[in-house]
Nanobody, 124 residues
Framework: QVQLEESGGGLVHAGGSLRLSCTASGGTFSSYGMGWFRQAPGKDREFVAGISRINSRTDYADFVKGRFTISRDSSKITVYLQMNGLKPEDTAIYYC?????????????????WGQGTQVTVSS
């Protein structure tokens, strides 16, 4: 059983930056591909970024390409989401998720474990 804990959310002005962290416990970190998802009020959960378990292949939603970067540090059992150029429409709860698979996946249903989420609010 893998437990995931997100941190790093907060309130930031448009154009600002935040770095989210997700620390894993209770499992073998290298066995899981990792993803970040978000859910804004009244909207469906959506894929933000993912990183594979091997060779750290990454994938991004079109609306964050060039602004967000996902990375993982196996020694710290942590995955990061560096968010630059934040916009008010990025306001959401951001969730970290882990999946037992080789490839990056944008489908939330393919992830086995989820964190509790961290709130990101971007003011205009």
């Amino acid at each position: 059983q893998v437990q995931l804990e997100e941190s790093g959310g907060g309130l930031v002005h448009a154009g600002g930056s935040l770095r989210l962290s997700c620390t894993a416990s209770g499992g073998t970190f290298s066995s899981y591909g990792m993803g970040w998802f978000r859910q804004a009020p009244g909207k469906d959960r959506e894929f933000v970024a993912g990183i594979s378990r091997i060779n750290s292949r990454t994938d991004y939603a079109d609306f964050v390409k060039g602004r967000f970067t996902i990375s993982r540090d196996s020694s710290k059992i942590t995955v990061y989401l560096q968010m630059n150029g934040l916009k008010p429409e990025d306001t959401a709860i951001y969730y970290c998720a882990a999946r037992a698979g080789w490839l990056v996946s944008p489908r939330g249903a393919e992830y086995n474990y989820w964190g509790q989420g961290t709130q990101v609010t971007v003011s205009s």
